[in-house]
């Protein structure tokens, strides 16, 4: 990786939970994540004309939640206050229509497609022996939550050395100034902050 090119043979793209249930969970959702989806899409094209190993993770919890994490924390993911014992929810069920990744960005057989049970992307999943396996040193990423999901595998991303380019445009989450945050303020330390388009000229095209 030089400043702004990619070298697609030890780069990789991690389409991050662009699942169904997140995606179309209601109105709102589906209007967010419409350009969020095509962004994505529009790198995810210019990835495979590389030759990019493509990524995606998938939200893989059990029905009885028997291995969901129970922390104890003030707030749910949208900041609204927990009481003693409640469940934070929703969390996706592995195996349901939910959890199938979004037509536009569907995966082909030669993808990895990576099952996780918490925010990170790393955390208990082989995400990082497939990198490792192929000789990936670069990660591209993009998908939803940018302040969950997006945020924890990126410092995980980064405490294992990968250099990280988040795309921006192409990351999402329910609270606008959450994103615009780490997008601002938190991210350029640890990653390239780049655009869709961006990208798509970092990867030749």
Not at 16 to 35: I, N, Q
Not at 73 to 94: E, F, I, M
Request: one cysteine or more; a neutral charge; charged letters at 25%.
């Amino acid at each position: 990786m030089t400043a702004e090119r990619l070298d697609p043979a030890r780069t990789a793209l991690l389409l991050f939970d662009f699942l169904r249930g997140y995606t179309e969970r209601d109105a709102a959702s589906r209007a967010r994540y419409e350009p969020v989806v095509a962004n994505a899409a529009a790198v995810l094209a210019a990835a495979r004309a590389a030759g990019v190993k493509v990524f995606y993770t998938r939200a893989d919890h059990r029905a009885d939640r028997a291995t969901s994490a129970r922390t104890i924390r003030d707030a749910d993911n949208r900041l609204r206050p927990l009481a003693p014992g409640a469940a934070d929810g929703p969390l996706l069920t592995g195996g349901t229509a939910e959890t199938e990744i979004v037509p536009a960005l569907a995966p082909r057989p030669e993808d990895f497609v990576v099952p996780k049970h918490r925010w990170s992307a790393f955390h208990g999943t082989y995400l990082e022996t497939a990198l490792r396996s192929q000789g990936i040193d670069t990660l591209v990423l993009c998908g939803g939550s940018t302040d969950v999901g997006i945020a924890s595998t990126a410092f995980a991303a980064r405490d294992l050395d990968y250099n990280v380019v988040i795309v921006s445009d192409a990351c999402s989450s329910p609270e606008q100034d959450n994103h615009d945050q780490l997008v601002r303020r938190m991210f350029p330390r640890m990653a390239r902050v780049r655009t869709a388009a961006q990208v798509r000229g970092m990867l030749g095209g």
